[in-house]
Structures are given as C-alpha cells and as structure tokens.
C-alpha cells in the first residue's frame, strides 16, 4: 500500500488509471501470443465479471 500512496502523491488518478490500462493491454497482448490465442478472446476469459 506504501507504492500505492507515493503514486498518488505524484500522479492524479487518471493518470494512475490510465497506467493501468496500458500494463493490463500489455499483459494481455503478450500472454494472448504466447498461448496463441487472440486477445479478445483471452481478454473475455481472464476478465470477465466475477459475481
């Protein structure tokens, strides 16, 4: 929790989300070549509502 704090002690949280956005679209994108499947796809499974 300590990271988290000196993020937002440095950066607003759009800018803290939109970092988010961009290491989870990355992640994806590269599990989704390694595994050889697309990114949608895996993006669907991995992410899907948890209810």
């Known amino acids: 929790m300590e990271a988290v704090a000196a993020l937002h002690g440095r950066y607003d949280g759009l800018t803290i989300l939109e ?5 989870i679209a ?3 994108q590269s599990w989704a070549a390694a ?3 697309s990114v949608h796809d895996l993006g669907v ?3 899907k509502d948890q209810k």
């Open 19 to 23: 970092g988010s956005i961009l290491a």
């Open 26 to 28: 990355g992640t994806l």
């Open 35 to 37: 595994t050889d499947q």
């Open 45 to 47: 499974a991995v992410l």
